[in-house]
């Protein structure tokens, strides 16, 4: 309910902003659902869009689980592009199915490292992981320019700096009957399975109990740095996927468009779903639904095509201070029930 409130107040203050740029907020609004849901062509393009916020969602809603902030979806995704990269110059003559698998997994592998190293230097130093993840999204995107640029590059490729591309065995092709990759596929498996783990097993038990009360767990003899190291490792691997995934299915080779914002945007999805892994579908097709129609708006009133991210933006303050009202209202009720 406090979610929904969020939403409505944040589309009442982007219809302000529009009325101060001179439109119409409700033909605004109007051009939005057309761009996101409006026909089947916009229905696929918002479907490619949500493919890697659910992944990059998990990377702030899995660690968020245990109590931590992670916002590292962007570098992870980063690294595992570039990790994609390299395993599928290295799998260039294995079969299509093998390669594809490698590349996959070498995303995941190089996004679970990633963000694997905030978290021990939290448990181990205290440093804090919000800082930390933060700090390399920017270090990773130095690196992908660093590589784009020299080391990996293909000479090749004039318009812009761009890495070797991977072999056409290890691309991923589209759904049968839909012009949407298979990535959205990935995405929603990956929020099944997350539900699945820290909702319903033994580990995600841990793991919750991790989140609510550290003082709790350490009494209780819980392995807090291997369960920090665990949750920190599956969320930068579903990031490092989507980045293996817009490699593999999209790009076919690294370059600054990895670096496209879907980290970023990955942290309003987690925020909006209040970091439940099933509610990210819903929320990433939403968010996915205004990006996919910043396009069409620039085009019907001559909008700048980052009006959609002082949407999101809007959303994303509105979700935040409804969670802080939240908890002031849980701490008001608790207050009033215990006098």
Not at 329 to 337: A, F, H, K, N, P
Request: overall charge positive.
């Amino acid at each position: 309910m406090v979610t929904t409130a969020a939403l409505v107040l944040a589309a009442l203050a982007f219809g302000v902003f529009v009325a101060l740029n001179g439109l119409n907020p409700l033909e605004v609004y109007a051009v939005l659902y057309l761009g996101a849901f409006g026909t089947s062509l916009s229905i696929e393009a918002t479907l490619t869009q949500a493919a890697p916020l659910m992944l990059t969602a998990l990377c702030t809603a899995i660690p968020a689980r245990a109590g931590l902030l992670v916002i590292g979806g962007e570098g992870a995704l980063v690294v595992g592009g570039v990790a994609a990269v390299l395993g599928g110059v290295a799998l260039a003559q294995a079969p299509a199915g093998a390669a594809t698998v490698g590349v996959l997994l070498a995303g995941a592998l190089g996004g679970a490292l990633w963000v694997s190293l905030p978290g021990a230097l939290k448990h181990w130093r205290g440093v804090n992981e919000t800082i930390a993840t933060l700090l390399l999204n920017y270090i990773a995107v130095a690196i992908l320019n660093h590589l784009v640029s020299g080391p990996i590059r293909d000479f090749a490729v004039s318009l812009k700096p761009t890495s070797w591309s991977i072999p056409a065995t290890a691309m991923i092709g589209t759904i049968p009957g839909l012009r949407v990759h298979w990535g959205m596929v990935f995405g929603f498996v990956a929020c099944v399975l997350a539900y699945v783990l820290l909702r319903q097993t033994t580990f995600g038990f841990s793991v919750a109990v991790l989140g609510g009360n550290l003082r709790a767990a350490q009494m209780v003899g819980l392995p807090i740095g291997r369960l920090t190291l665990a949750v920190c490792a599956l969320g930068g691997a579903a990031a490092g996927l989507a980045g293996a995934i817009e490699v593999a299915a999209v790009h076919g080779a690294a370059s600054s468009s990895l670096a496209a914002g879907f980290g970023y945007a990955g942290i309003l999805v987690a925020f909006l779903a209040r970091h439940h892994p099933l509610a990210i579908v819903l929320c990433a097709v939403l968010v996915g639904g205004i990006s996919a129609s910043g396009g069409l708006l620039q085009r019907r009133f001559d909008m700048s095509d980052a009006a959609t991210l002082v949407f999101q933006g809007m959303i994303f303050l509105c979700v935040l201070a409804s969670h802080s009202f939240g908890g002031r209202l849980r701490l008001l009720r608790g207050s009033g029930g215990a006098a």
